[in-house]
């Protein structure tokens, strides 16, 4: 199973909008709506933020938002802040009855 | 409060053997399925595998089938990462994690703190 493909790196400006893409194969990301989000701050665990393709855990912020269409998730991050400033992993179910992870990105808050 | 606590950093010989534990609490453990996450050092997290303590159903990842063992003891809410031989390799952070699975959804929701494993002659 190979990792799902995302940029290595994204930047924005606080207050700027951005979005991570997310791109797999029907066996994965295209075939189901199972498509979740972490944030990971270094020397941190992971932490959930989206599930099932677009829906945000309680206590997650209302700027990230996330969609798919077809074989390709997107993570819109709206209102950039400092505290954004982490990597951030796309996960999907698979056909395998497994889950995939994505290649990881980091934001960098410029 | 749904928490699961890892064990403590490990450093060991290339060769030997070696149980990681993962204990829940705040929760049912026997309904939830349970699994590890290996992150490589300044690399991307890798999905290993899981367990459903209720019947101890079993899933890997192709990539660690064989490699490691995944198992969980209901009487005291604990799953475990094992290897018999390990490998330099094998040097990781490992994170356990709940997966909501069933119901209409497959994710993440709860993981551990992590612990690290060092594998070194």
């Known amino acids: 199973q190979s990792a799902l493909t995302q940029p290595a790196s994204v930047s924005g400006s606080p207050g700027q909008a951005i979005t991570i893409s997310c791109t797999g194969t029907?066996?994965?990301?295209?075939?189901?709506?199972?498509v979740s989000w972490y944030q990971q701050h270094p020397g941190k665990a992971p932490k959930l933020m989206i599930y099932?393709?677009?829906n945000r855990p309680s206590g997650v912020s209302y700027r990230f938002s996330a969609s798919k269409s077809g074989n390709t998730a997107s993570l819109t991050i709206s209102g950039l802040q400092a505290e954004d400033e982490a990597d951030y992993y796309c996960?999907?179910?698979?056909?395998?009855?497994?889950?995939?992870f994505g290649t990881g990105t980091k934001v960098t808050v410029v | 409060e749904v928490r699961l606590v890892q064990s403590g950093a490990e450093v060991k010989k290339p060769g030997e053997s070696l149980r990681i534990s993962c204990e829940a609490s705040?929760?049912?453990?026997?309904?939830?399925?349970i699994g590890w996450v290996r992150q490589m050092p300044g690399k991307g997290l890798e999905w290993m595998g899981i367990?459903?303590?209720?019947?101890?159903?079993?899933r890997y990842s192709p990539s660690f089938q064989g490699q490691v063992t995944i198992s969980a003891d209901t009487s005291s809410t604990t799953a475990y990462l094992q290897w018999s031989s390990l490998k330099v390799s094998d040097t990781a952070m490992y994170y356990c994690?709940?997966?909501?699975?069933?119901?209409?959804?497959?994710?993440?929701?709860?993981w551990g703190k992590g612990t690290t494993v060092t594998v070194s002659s």
């Open positions: 029907s066996s994965d990301v295209g075939g189901y709506k199972y």
């Open positions: 367990i459903y303590p209720g019947d101890s159903d079993t």
């Open positions: 994690a709940r997966h909501e699975e069933g119901s209409g959804s497959n994710y993440m929701d709860v």
């Open positions: 705040g929760y049912s453990f026997n309904t939830y399925w």
């Open positions: 099932d393709v677009s």
């Open positions: 996960s999907s179910y698979t056909s395998s009855s497994s889950y995939v």
